[in-house]
């Protein structure tokens, strides 16, 4: 316990917890994803519906639930902890400093990022896991899902959050493995096609949801979204 | 060509600093920004007034002496060279300069562009060397060492201690130059014996200086005059993880 304590005191210590806690929440990603691609099943959310009672009766998945919110707020705070010590590391700032001109703009953004994506998860959670598990809801998850859809704003806002969270994987996961120490020249191309899949493929396999529902869902189209559809433009 | 100048003025590590301009005439594209410098220092004290101080020592990039912020980059603009090797034909006729000192809490000022950057030599006392017996020379074929760990070993000890790292970095975090001691040595024969205790040590001195934590975005590596690669950080992550855990 000691040494673990000492571990995480230590700035390496605490940024391998940033590391172990994103890679759990990517791999969190990829089943919330593989789930969610049942939503495109065209059955009028009868898979869904089976997916998700699966989920919420199996104890295993409920325990790997707290771990996966105790990994959210590790990282969290693991994360505005390094960023108070290093807003201290340089009490008095550059008049000029052209950090552009030698990183990648992902790997700038990543407080700013980490933080938008906190305020979306907040407004995911309170849009589906709140009403579905805790306070209860009329709807099934997948009408509620069509619900939300059908406002093209509530889909943009997801849009924008999800190129917010490329850039924060883009920078985030390759980032993950260099703290292990497990980059290598030998085998980065692999870690590159493999981040690509998390920074790109990821974000975009959830963005096709909201569109999907948005644009080719339509028996519940509300009318917003036939005066969207009118007029190519939510008026 | 004509430059001007707008350079960090600090008396000493009490008082407020503040820029001051400096006009610059023919300046000599070949000249280097040191010697330029030298320039205005002669001008400002034909003048009766303080010259501007800065670290200097072999002006061949090797000492890692030399060292400032100039338009926002450590060394200046391009890449792989030292403040001493910057040439002023890398700047335009009528560009204003601006001039600052390393900036990072671990490395504060001592005078106008001299920082005390005695955080590095506690990192080295505290792992950065290796146990040698005293006696006769040892044969220098002894210990084979393999060509390639031989020249990764010699890139990472090409470290001049400069401090571009911690100047470039957004944390002002000095893992590259930890990175760099730990690797010289964690790749050696001769390095092995304190291989633990100096990843250990350096890591902990480093925390202890007040130097931020890297957050892997590599401007470290792409201001270095020496190219020194982060690969070396994932090593000393590498090493400090073994070390901790194992």
Redesign the interface.
């Known amino acids: 316990m000691k040494s673990l304590v000492s571990l995480y005191s230590s700035s390496i210590g605490k940024k391998i917890v940033m590391g172990l806690t994103g890679l759990f929440l990517c791999l969190f990603l990829v089943e919330h994803l593989a789930g969610n691609l049942l939503l495109f099943a065209n059955d009028n959310g009868h898979l869904y519906e089976e997916y998700s009672r699966i989920l919420v009766s199996n104890p295993i998945i409920r325990a790997i639930e707290i771990i996966l919110f105790l990994s959210l707020a590790g990282h969290a705070l693991s994360g505005v902890v390094l960023w108070i010590q290093n807003r201290r590391a340089r009490p008095q700032k550059y008049k000029e400093f052209r950090l552009d001109e030698n990183t990648e703009l992902a790997s700038r953004i990543t407080m700013l990022g980490g933080s938008i994506v906190f305020l979306f998860l907040v407004v995911h959670l309170s849009s589906f896991f709140f009403p579905l598990r805790i306070t209860g809801t009329p709807m099934t998850a997948y009408e509620l899902v069509r619900e939300k859809f059908s406002n093209p704003w509530f889909g943009l806002f997801y849009l924008v959050a999800l190129v917010i969270l490329g850039y924060h994987l883009k920078h985030g996961f390759q980032s993950a493995f260099q703290t292990f120490g497990l980059v290598n020249k030998r085998y980065k191309a692999l870690l590159d096609a493999v981040a690509f899949f998390f920074w790109f493929l990821l974000p975009a396999g959830f963005g096709s949801i909201p569109v999907y529902f948005f644009f080719f869902v339509k028996n519940t189209a509300s009318p917003l979204v036939l005066r969207t559809l009118e007029h190519g433009w939510p008026v | 060509m004509n430059i001007t100048l707008?350079i960090?003025r600090q008396r000493n590590r009490e008082t407020e600093g503040r820029?001051e301009t400096y006009e610059m005439k023919d300046v000599s594209p070949d000249m280097s920004f040191l010697e330029m410098l030298d320039v205005l220092n002669i001008n400002l004290i034909k003048k009766g007034q303080d010259p501007v101080a800065f670290d200097h020592d072999c002006r061949e990039g090797i000492c890692g002496s030399c060292g400032m912020?100039i338009?926002?980059?450590a060394h200046g603009p391009g890449r792989g060279a030292a403040t001493c090797e910057l040439r002023m034909r890398k700047f335009q006729d009528g560009d204003v300069v601006?001039v600052?000192p390393w900036?990072?809490?671990?490395f504060p000022v001592i005078k106008d562009l001299v920082v005390d950057r005695s955080a590095f030599d506690r990192i080295m006392q505290a792992g950065g060397y290796v146990s040698a017996k005293t006696g006769g020379v040892p044969d220098g074929n002894a210990i084979l060492i393999p060509k390639p760990i031989a020249d990764e070993a010699m890139d990472a000890a090409s470290c001049i201690g400069c401090g571009a790292c911690v100047a470039?970095c957004?944390?002002?975090?000095a893992m590259l130059f930890v990175a760099a001691k730990v690797s010289q040595f964690a790749l050696l024969p001769q390095g092995q014996p304190e291989r633990k205790t100096r990843a250990l040590r350096m890591?902990?001195q480093?925390?202890k200086e007040?130097?931020?934590?890297?957050?892997?975005?590599?401007?470290c590596e792409?201001?270095c005059p020496k190219k020194i690669s982060?690969?070396h950080?994932?090593?000393?992550?590498?090493?400090?993880?073994k070390a901790?855990?194992f």
């Open positions: 707008k960090w820029f912020m338009n926002g980059r601006t600052e900036r990072a809490a671990a470039a957004p944390n002002s975090s890591v902990e480093m925390d007040g130097f931020g934590n890297c957050s892997n975005n590599y401007a792409a201001e982060v690969m950080i994932a090593r000393l992550n590498r090493e400090f993880i901790k855990v």
